[in-house]
């Protein structure tokens, strides 16, 4: 009877240990997609703006959009960090899920801007809703980026 149990737990033990590696790049895999997709979306939402809106020096074109981190679990890694800076002119979203995995997006063919200069950075998991807008900065367009609800970059 005790061989029995002891052979079980070993088995067990010897399944888990070559499981949780896949699992675990699977829960990459989802985090990571995630991303991809909202991001995607904003992209095309942000694009269509900037194509059809004229920038203004005041308030003028604005999108609102929601954006989900996930939080680690069992089915997901952890979004650990997204960003949204300009690369050689444009705008472009970035991300890292866990440690290791780091992926961007290309938002829009003009610069990005927080509200008080630079990089806008979210870290906390759950939802963050975003508000862009097309404004005008010495006659170029650039996209403002701010978090609603009167919060600083985190």
Do not use: N
Request: glycine share 12%; no cysteine.
């Amino acid at each position: 009877m005790i061989l029995r149990v002891v052979l079980a737990v070993a088995l067990t033990a010897a399944l888990l240990s070559a499981a949780t590696p896949a699992m675990a790049e699977a829960g990459v895999d989802r985090a990571d997609s995630a991303m991809d997709r909202q991001l995607g979306a904003l992209a095309s939402d942000l694009g269509a703006m900037v194509g059809t809106d004229d920038p203004t020096a005041g308030r003028g074109a604005r999108h609102v959009t929601e954006l989900r981190l996930p939080d680690r679990s069992l089915t997901s890694a952890a979004v650990t960090r997204v960003r949204f800076a300009t690369r050689e002119g444009v705008a472009v979203a970035s991300w890292r899920v866990g440690d290791e995995r780091t992926g961007h997006t290309r938002l829009a063919g003009v610069p990005v801007r927080a509200v008080g200069g630079g990089t806008l950075t979210l870290r906390e998991p759950g939802t963050h809703r975003l508000a862009f807008e097309l404004r005008s900065r010495s006659g170029d367009p650039v996209l403002r980026v701010a978090r609603l609800g009167g919060e600083r970059d985190a």
